[in-house]
C-alpha cells in the first residue's frame, strides 16, 4: 500500500470580535419567554405607566399580564363577540378597546365597564386615546373615524367621508392632542387636525391597504404598514415621503410585529 504524506493543516487565526453598540445591544437580549393563547392575537398594547403590564386582544377576551411575573392579572371578558386593538390610555388607569359588533368598551382598573360607546355600524378595529387624555378615537370598517369625549361620553366629531373602505388603523400624535392620523384599505392616509374647519389637513397615499400606523417618540415622522411595504412620513414638510422598505415578501399585519398564537417576551439584561 502506497504510503499517505500527512496533510499539512494551517490553523488561521480567528479575527478578533469588533465590539459596536449593534453588537452590544442584540448581545444584551436573553432569551425570550413564551406565553400561549388559545386563538389568533389582534393586538399588543404595554402599558405607558406604573405598574408595567401589558395586554393581549384575542378573541372574545382582553387578557392583561405583569410584565415582570408574566401572570395573568386581569381578565376582561365582557365581549359578546371578538375584541379588538384593546390599548392603554397613557395613565395605564383606563383601557378601551372595539369590538366586532361596533361597540367600543371603556374599562376601569377593576374591570368594570365605565363606558360603552355606540355609534359605528360595522366592527371597530383600533381604538387610541389623545394625549390630553380627554378623549377617545375609534376607527371603524364603517369607513367612519369617531372621537369621542370619555367625561361625557358624547361624540365630538365624526369622520364619515374621509375613507371609501374599511378604516383599520390610525394613530394619535403624542405631543399635540388635536393631531391624529386614521389609514384604510383604500389605501389612503388622511391627517387631522380637530382645531381647524376643513377635517382633513393632507391626504397621501400609501399604495396598499393600511394595517397599522404609529407615530415616532419625537412627533415629527408617522409609519404606515401595509401590503409589502412600512413608509416613513415626514410630518412637518407636509407628510413628504421619507423613505420606504419593502423588504417582506408577505403582506405586513403591523408596525410593530405580526400575529402569532404565542407572545414572545425579550428582557435587556441590567433595565
Known amino acids: 500500500m502506497q504510503n499517505l504524506l500527512p496533510l499539512n493543516k494551517r490553523r488561521l487565526q480567528q479575527r478578533a470580535q469588533v465590539e459596536t453598540p449593534d453588537s452590544v445591544y442584540w448581545g444584551r437580549l436573553a432569551k425570550p419567554e413564551l406565553l400561549k393563547e388559545h386563538n389568533t392575537i389582534d393586538y399588543l398594547d404595554f402599558s405607558p405607566s406604573d405598574p408595567d403590564n401589558f395586554a393581549v386582544t384575542c378573541s372574545e ?3 392583561i399580564y405583569n410584565l415582570v411575573t408574566k401572570l395573568l392579572i386581569r381578565n376582561l371578558s365582557r365581549f359578546q363577540k371578538t375584541a379588538y386593538g384593546a390599548t392603554f390610555r397613557q395613565d395605564g ?3 378601551a378597546a372595539g369590538d366586532e359588533e ?3 368598551k371603556l374599562f376601569d382598573s377593576t374591570r368594570n365597564i365605565m363606558r360603552l360607546f355606540k355609534g359605528h355600524t360595522a366592527p371597530v ?16 370598517d364603517d369607513k367612519s373615524v ?18 371609501t373602505d374599511y378604516v383599520r388603523a390610525g394613530a394619535m400624535h ?12 383604500d389605501g389612503k392616509i388622511n391627517l387631522y387636525d380637530t382645531r381647524a374647519k376643513t377635517a382633513v389637513q393632507r391626504t397621501v397615499d400609501h399604495g396598499a391597504p393600511v394595517e397599522s400606523m404609529l407615530f415616532l417618540p419625537n412627533g415629527s415622522i408617522f409609519v404606515s404598514a401595509g401590503g409589502s411595504q412600512v413608509r416613513l412620513w415626514d410630518l412637518i414638510n407636509g407628510c413628504r415621503l421619507f423613505t420606504m422598505m419593502s423588504q417582506h415578501h408577505k403582506q405586513l399585519l403591523s408596525a410593530t410585529g405580526i400575529r402569532w398564537q404565542e407572545i414572545a417576551l425579550w428582557r435587556l439584561d441590567g433595565r
Do not use: M, P, W
Not at 369617531?146 to 375613507?163: F, I, M, P, S, W
Not at 403624542?174 to 384599505?185: C, N, R
Open 102 to 104: 361596533g361597540y367600543v
Open 146 to 163: 369617531r372621537l369621542r369625549d370619555l367625561a361625557n361620553g358624547k361624540v365630538v366629531q365624526t369622520y364619515e367621508d374621509t375613507h
Open 174 to 185: 403624542q405631543q399635540a392632542g388635536h393631531i391624529f392620523v386614521s389609514g384604510g384599505y
Open 61 to 63: 377576551r382582553v387578557q
Open 93 to 95: 388607569l383606563f383601557l
Open 125 to 140: 378595529h383600533r381604538t387610541f386615546f389623545t394625549a390630553d387624555k380627554l378623549q377617545l378615537a375609534s376607527f371603524g
